[in-house]
């Protein structure tokens, strides 16, 4: 199984809402990431866990809250959104710390309104 | 942190003909560098990668080039074919996965 798995493939959510996004993987990675990409634009890292310890958190906003619960498991928790968060948001792994390839999934098409 | 810039932003070749894509980076630290293509609507996927103890990779049509003095990376593309259509990110990252892009070309070959 070499799938990171993102759930959902989309979501619209108002400002107000309180929503997660899912991401799973069963490669035994034990890196976990999070990226912002929105159109026509590169990937933007938020988030990275390392062996389930957060390790980075690019200054994003505290209405974005990453969760790891275990080492196949990774969550990001959405509260108060913005328009302007309205984005793909990528999931991927990989399986150290010591720089390997990055397996991402397919994203979820974030919409704030 | 990492800063990578890349060009060109947009190139269009013919079929068969080569595609250079190169980049620049900034934290002399970085020793990972990755190559990811991303078709519309699609995820990125790994192409190629290289890493700061080597200086050239190839795989198939796909070579990369890696120059640590100049801190600049290059991704070469032979014999290109219209399924070689996508954009293409540069990457670089140090030891603890802070993997940052490039802001991406937009390759378009020409049946």
């Known amino acids: 199984d070499t799938e990171v798995t993102q759930t959902p493939k989309h979501l619209v959510m108002g400002m107000t809402n309180k929503k997660s996004l899912k991401c799973e993987q069963h490669?035994?990675?034990?890196?976990m990431y999070w990226y912002k990409q929105k159109a026509k634009k590169p990937p933007e890292l938020m988030f990275v866990?390392?062996?389930?310890?957060?390790?980075i958190n690019e200054s994003v906003p505290s209405r974005f809250s990453p969760e790891c619960p275990n080492s196949s498991l990774l969550n990001l928790h959405l509260h108060a959104l913005q328009p302007e968060d309205s984005a793909l948001y990528l999931c991927?792994?990989?399986?150290?710390?010591?720089?390997?390839?990055?397996?991402f999934g397919q994203g979820t098409r974030l919409t704030v309104v | 942190g990492e800063n990578v810039e890349q060009h060109p932003s947009t190139l269009s070749v013919q079929e068969g003909d080569s595609a250079v894509i190169k980049c620049t980076y900034s934290?002399?630290?970085?020793?990972?560098f990755p190559w990811y293509k991303q078709e519309l609507g699609k995820r990125p996927q790994l192409i190629i990668d290289?890493?700061?103890?080597?200086g050239e990779k190839k795989d198939q049509r796909i070579a990369v080039t890696l120059n640590k003095t100049a801190k600049h990376f290059s991704l070469h593309i032979t014999e290109t074919q219209p399924e070689d259509s996508a954009v293409y990110f540069c990457?670089?990252?140090?030891?603890?996965?802070?993997?940052?892009f490039g802001a991406g070309t937009r390759l378009t070959v020409k049946p």
């Open positions: 934290d002399s630290a970085s020793n990972y």
């Open positions: 490669m035994g990675h034990r890196a």
């Open positions: 991927a792994s990989s399986q150290n710390t010591l720089n390997t390839e990055a397996f």
């Open positions: 290289i890493r700061s103890n080597v």
């Open positions: 990457a670089a990252s140090e030891e603890n996965n802070d993997m940052r």
């Open positions: 866990y390392s062996y389930e310890k957060l390790s």
